[in-house]
């Protein structure tokens, strides 16, 4: 069964880090892209930031591009997110969730985590 | 970026009635929308991706139809646990990749 769990959520400081995880098992973890999606409470969902399995390549929304940086771990089978300088409006849901094919060709997300709960409150 | 505008916001209707929610883009996304169903405290579910392509385990009942800007899920008759939000993607033009607003179907 394929399967993703998130892991790292909790409350933090404004300005302070949070890594959060996302263990995956089921599929070859290396061979496909990975995102991160984040919803706000009684919000809609946000594309956060991509990692694309064959060429590692990152990607990130302006809104957290330079604070948040995506990786992975390939022997772990394990996605991350470093969260640096975090402010009020990074507090949301975060999912991880795998594309819908190899290689990023399709950016679609076919299977999703439970989520893990990111607050910023000082 | 890719602006998708979804409506109406709310879809009230009662069991066995036919549901139709728009996702209209603001240039065109070829056919590269999907479509995913999120209930309360719950994770995102994808429905149709593509436009049209029913992801694994979707019931027949939902259906995927449009190209360019126009696109349209279509829920041929609803089951009570249709009842949730309904949301669009597009993936052609990225980053970033982007989400309507949501429709929620809810229980006249």
């Known amino acids: 069964e394929v399967q993703l769990v998130e892991s790292g959520g909790g409350l933090e400081q404004p300005g302070g880090s949070l890594t959060l995880s996302c263990a995956a098992s089921?599929?070859?973890?290396?061979?496909?892209?990975m995102t991160w999606v984040r919803q706000a409470p009684g919000q809609g969902l946000e594309w956060v930031s991509a990692?694309?399995?064959?060429?590692?390549?990152?990607l990130y929304a302006d809104s957290v591009k330079g604070r948040f940086t995506i990786s992975r771990d390939s022997s772990k089978s394990t996605l991350y997110l470093q969260m640096n300088s975090l402010r009020a409006d990074d507090t949301a849901v975060y999912y991880c969730?795998?594309?819908?094919?190899?290689?990023?060709?399709?950016?679609?997300?076919?299977?999703w985590g439970k989520g893990t709960t990111v607050t910023v409150s000082s | 970026e890719i602006v998708l505008t979804q409506s109406p916001g709310t879809l009230s209707l009662s069991p066995g009635e036919r549901a139709v929610l728009s996702c209209r883009a603001s240039?065109?996304?070829?056919?590269?929308l999907a479509w995913y169903q999120q209930k309360p405290g719950q994770a995102p579910r994808l429905l149709i991706y593509?436009?049209?392509n029913r992801a694994t385990g979707i019931p027949v009942r939902f259906s995927g139809s449009g190209s360019g800007t126009d696109f349209t899920l279509t829920i041929s008759s609803l089951e009570p646990e249709d009842f949730a939000v309904y949301y669009c993607?597009?993936?052609?033009?990225?980053?970033?990749?982007?989400f309507g607003g949501g429709t929620r179907v809810e229980m006249k």
């Open positions: 969730a795998k594309v819908l094919t190899p290689g990023g060709s399709n950016m679609h997300m076919d299977v």
């Open positions: 240039q065109s996304v070829s056919r590269y």
């Open positions: 593509d436009a049209s």
């Open positions: 089921g599929f070859t973890f290396s061979s496909y892209a």
């Open positions: 993607q597009q993936r052609l033009n990225w980053p970033p990749l982007t």
């Open positions: 990692l694309i399995g064959v060429t590692n390549n990152t």
